[in-house]
């Protein structure tokens, strides 16, 4: 498999440790600066350029997307999703994700539990956010904060509504957010990969600080999530429309309350706290996405744990090439076929009689794992995370 990482930082942590995972695998592997891309839309077919040549051909990317290139980084990714390179986070994903107030608008469509929020802009409607949510203290985010900046706790309502309006002023915008004193500066980081959680870290903040984020200064120790909590993380994530996720959760008497979902999680933090190799964990993922030699499933929407939309590729050398659509054994694994794709037509709800073709594409409705299921060389159990090489980063050149 040829993987390209998207990233800007080809020293860090997380980008050395997934590039030496995938050598390890025996994949070949590139680190590709994302802003060294031209999308090229000047042909028939989606296209891109690196470096000023045309890119070679890549089986998936693992995208890397740091938060001030969002927009253009998405842009790239689109490009590839276009191009059919599998990536295991989407562009509308990461979009999803990046943005605070798109993510908990998601969340909360979705009935996943989170600390009460609240987004105003008219000064008179600040005094009363804060109310709705519980009241002081609060904590007020900046919608573009990342890694514990622009997060801060307001002890008092006046204190907070001069902080808003500040911030308000310098044309920043803001989220209310009731304060989880239960948590005591502590919160849990759960990686998601694929529809399970691959490892888990609980944060605790260094001193009087609230903020739990390592770059703050905060310790790091392993911890065995429970149902509820891993059900909560995974479900978090495909809400999202990620694949690989770091979701962020408060201990709550609730039960657990999501903060965040965070499409590009570091991983250093995280393997030095559980020493499992999540690196390898996220290649092993993406190979087996890749590797279908027969029928391709392109996950494209989430609905709930295990089920949601996705589009089936029937490639030349599949048993279902000249078969009737009744007869594809589709049904009876209780999958629907919403619409047939083939080349530019498009037909909706196909009739049993239609016999499929090499390169159709079918947008079906079901469980996603019976869809995989149809895949002949997929793994029957999904590979145990391993321990962290003794030696996790790659030696020099």
């Known amino acids: 498999m040829k993987i390209a990482i998207l990233s800007r930082a080809p020293r860090a942590y997380s980008t050395q440790r997934l590039k030496a995972a995938a050598l390890d695998r025996g994949h070949e592997v590139k680190v590709l600066n994302t802003l060294r891309f031209a999308i090229d839309l000047s042909s028939d077919d989606p296209d891109l350029q690196y470096r000023g040549r045309r890119l070679s051909e890549y089986d998936a ?9 969002t927009y253009y980084g998405t842009a790239v990714v689109r490009q590839f999703e276009q191009m059919d390179v599998y990536t295991p986070n989407t562009a509308n994903g990461i979009a999803n994700s990046r943005d605070k107030l ?5 969340m909360s469509r979705h009935g996943i539990a989170m600390p009460a929020t609240a987004f105003v802009r008219n000064r008179a409607d600040v005094i009363p956010a804060i109310e709705r949510v519980g009241g002081a203290p609060v904590v007020i985010k900046l919608l573009e904060g990342t890694q514990g900046i622009g997060v801060i706790l307001a002890p008092e309502i ?3 509504e001069a902080i808003v309006e500040t911030l308000q002023s310098a044309r920043q915008n803001v989220l209310i957010q009731r304060f989880v004193k239960e948590s005591r500066g502590r919160d849990i980081r759960a990686l998601v990969v694929g529809d399970r959680v691959v490892a888990a870290m609980r ?13 703050r200064g905060g310790s790091v120790e392993r911890v065995e999530l429970d149902a509820e909590y891993e059900r909560t993380a995974v479900r978090a994530a495909q809400i999202m ?8 959760m408060l201990e709550s008497d609730e039960g657990p309350l999501v903060m965040e979902v965070n499409s590009s999680p570091g991983l250093e933090g995280i393997e030095t706290a559980t020493k499992l190799d999540v690196a390898g964990a996220i290649v092993d993922y993406i190979a087996n996405q890749v590797a279908f030699p027969q029928i391709d499933v392109r996950e494209r929407l989430s609905v709930s744990t295990g ?3 996705a589009e089936l590729v029937v490639h030349g050398d599949a048993d279902l090439v000249g078969k009737k659509l009744a007869d594809s054994g589709l049904r009876e694994r209780d999958i629907t076929v919403l619409t047939l794709h083939r080349g530019p037509q ?7 009689s239609y016999i499929l073709e090499s390169e159709d594409r079918l947008l079906c409705w079901g469980k996603l794992e019976e869809m995989r299921s149809m895949i002949p060389e997929r793994p029957k159990r999904r ?7 003794k030696h996790p980063l790659p030696h020099d050149d």
């Not at 990317?61 to 290139?69: A, D, E, L, T």
């Not at 429309?241 to 962020?248: E, Q, S």
């Not at 590979?383 to 090489?389: Q, Y």
């Open 61 to 69: 990317i693992i995208p890397r997307i740091g938060n001030s290139i």
């Open 102 to 106: 798109r993510a908990n608008q998601i």
């Open 158 to 160: 006046k204190v907070a």
């Open 203 to 215: 944060r605790s903040a260094k001193g009087d600080e609230f903020r739990s984020n390592v770059h």
């Open 241 to 248: 429309g990620l694949k690989v996720a770091g979701v962020d």
């Open 307 to 309: 089920y949601g939309v």
């Open 346 to 352: 498009v037909i909706p709800n196909p009739k049993g």
């Open 383 to 389: 590979p145990r995370v391993k321990k962290l090489p």
